[in-house]
């Protein structure tokens, strides 16, 4: 009976708590997108912005470690039974990108243009074998200061 | 060419399906897949009760039989047991024990124990209602009844066990697994009812007396609101109409019961 209710106090707590800042992150994330909006980037190699006088190009990186809320698991543990998209995770990486692509633009205030942007994904996996605690996720790119044409 | 820069207008990137939508439909396939597992078992336990064969069984449940403990009930109920036999053939030795507790039950275990209550004992006045509870013990063990209720109950715990780890849930796991044992276990006992009442013409040449623990039984109950979907046993008033549809279908006669003997007298 105790192990019941725990795991239904457990699948509560995770998904109002997990909703709440879920949305309070998307909320964060929507604004500093509109802030950084001007600020080009591009994943292909060449400049995008002409540049009349290049100044630096610098390595930029910005990442971020997200965990999944137990409600989110106990629901990818049934999808995995029946097999399906995994809603309950899409959010959570999708949120994990923007946050690491918006840390990576933050962390080169002046830059003209950011290109050659890569991200990759890492799973830290949870106590139990074969489940995921968390996702950390690394956007690097080369950030180009200098003046444009 | 301009870089013009543009937010996506909306995120195609996650479903919009709420979330707790997602977890019912996944929970609802899971559980009907689950029902479906226990079913299925369930049959396959029916079958296994039917096939095991007396010998078998005696000897895998040698070890629960305990040597009961000897007192002027105890000897005069398995000689009431033993009395019986010829009409109600078990493959193996019954043990009868009598346990001096005030609660109203008899029950019988794998392995040929029977346990009598002196609750029980003080809610019948007649041989003929006690040699019928008797008959209704021993038919349930001709029935490989316990054996049924046991593999069930099996199979559940397991089920339970490899869904959450925890097999103590299978209680409480779903109600409607609950109604089918309940309808299940009421089937067994409506069946153990009808061979015992042949079991007591078999031995007496009638039936008198036979619904005397019912009826003892409807006196003293406190009548419940609810319906008996969950109960184990079916209700009193509808054993007790099956009695007599069973000793018209038959046309068993009805004569006056005889008188419990001394030493079970209270």
Redesign the interface.
């Known amino acids: 009976m105790i192990y019941l209710f725990s795991t239904l106090i457990l699948i509560i707590l995770g998904f109002v708590f997990g909703r709440l800042a879920e949305s309070r992150h998307y909320h964060s994330i929507k604004q500093r997108e509109a802030a950084l909006v001007n600020l080009p980037n591009t994943a292909g190699r060449q400049l995008i912005i002409p540049m009349q006088h290049i100044e630096k190009a610098e390595l930029v990186t910005g990442n971020v470690v997200i965990s999944v809320d137990y409600f989110k698991r106990i629901v990818a543990g049934l999808r995995s039974l029946i097999g399906g998209p995994l809603q309950s995770y899409e959010t959570l990486l999708d949120r994990a990108r923007r946050e690491a692509i918006l840390r990576m633009k933050e962390s080169c205030p002046g830059a003209c243009q950011v290109i050659n942007i890569r991200i990759e994904t890492c799973a830290i996996h949870g106590r139990q074998p074969g489940s995921i605690g968390s996702v950390e996720l690394i956007a690097y790119g080369t950030a180009i200061y200098g003046a444009a044409l | 060419?301009v870089?013009r820069?543009?937010?996506p207008a909306t995120?195609n990137?996650?479903?919009h399906?709420h979330?707790?939508r997602?977890?019912m439909l996944?929970?609802a396939?899971?559980l009907l897949f689950l029902l479906f597992c226990y079913w299925l078992l369930g049959l396959f336990v029916d079958y296994a009760a039917d096939k095991l064969s007396p010998k078998l069984e005696q000897q895998l449940f040698s070890r629960f039989v305990i040597t009961a403990k000897a007192s002027p009930e105890q000897q005069k109920l398995q000689q009431l047991v033993e009395q019986l036999q010829p009409c109600a053939v078990t493959a193996y030795p019954v043990q009868v024990h009598y346990i001096n507790d005030p609660m109203i039950n008899a029950a019988v275990l794998p392995g040929g124990t029977m346990l009598v209550y002196q609750g029980l004992l003080n809610s019948i006045d007649t041989e003929n209602g006690l040699m019928f509870v008797l008959a209704h013990e021993l038919a349930h063990l001709k029935n490989r009844d316990h054996l049924r209720s046991m593999g069930r109950g099996l199979v559940m715990a397991a089920l339970t066990y490899s869904m959450?780890?925890?097999s103590?849930?299978s209680q409480?796991f779903t109600p409607a697994v609950d109604l089918g044992m309940a309808q299940h276990s009421q089937q067994r006992e409506r069946a153990a009812d009808a061979t015992a009442l042949d079991i007591l013409h078999c031995y007496y040449g009638h039936i008198g007396g036979a619904d005397n623990f019912f009826r003892s039984m409807l006196k003293n109950q406190k009548l419940s609101a609810l319906p008996g979907w969950f109960d184990s046993h079916p209700q009193l008033t509808e054993r007790l109409q099956q009695l007599e549809v069973i000793a018209q279908q038959k046309s068993y006669p009805q004569l006056p019961p005889v008188t419990l003997p001394a030493e079970l007298l209270q």
């Open positions: 060419m870089y820069p543009k937010l995120n990137n996650v479903s399906q979330p707790l997602e977890l996944l929970l396939a899971f959450t780890g925890s103590q849930l409480l």
